[in-house]
């Protein structure tokens, strides 16, 4: 049986962060000036942050405190993980 420690755990590290930055940026697209309620400023992401626009390649390494913000077509953020 495998250990399992709330908050600790790889599969539950980054849920509440993740269900956070979800809720921060689902819809809006990322621009360069201030936050709005139809956009989220880029320096406002964490430091480890990358954006993954369709049809981008990314590495495959995983890094638990990276947030990664997947973007449509239109720029909009369709969804984030962390990894």
Same mark, same amino acid.
């Given at each position: %049986?495998? !250990?399992?420690?709330?908050?600790? /755990?790889?599969?539950? %590290?980054?849920?509440?962060?993740?269900? *956070?930055? %979800? +809720?921060? !940026?689902?819809?809006? /697209?990322?621009?360069?000036?201030? +936050? +709005?309620?139809?956009?989220?400023?880029?320096?406002?992401?964490?430091? *480890?942050?990358?954006?993954?626009?369709?049809?981008? %390649?990314?590495?495959?390494?995983?890094?638990?405190?990276?947030?990664? @913000?997947?973007?449509?077509?239109? =720029?909009? @953020? +369709?969804?984030?993980?962390? =990894?």
């Amino acid at each position: %049986m495998p !250990l399992v420690v709330p908050g600790i /755990t790889a599969n539950n %590290m980054g849920d509440d962060k993740t269900q *956070e930055w %979800m +809720s921060k !940026l689902a819809g809006k /697209t990322l621009c360069e000036g201030p +936050s +709005s309620e139809t956009a989220f400023c880029k320096t406002d992401l964490p430091e *480890e942050t990358r954006v993954i626009e369709p049809g981008s %390649m990314v590495t495959k390494d995983f890094k638990p405190e990276r947030l990664n @913000v997947h973007v449509k077509e239109d =720029g909009t @953020v +369709s969804h984030v993980t962390h =990894g």
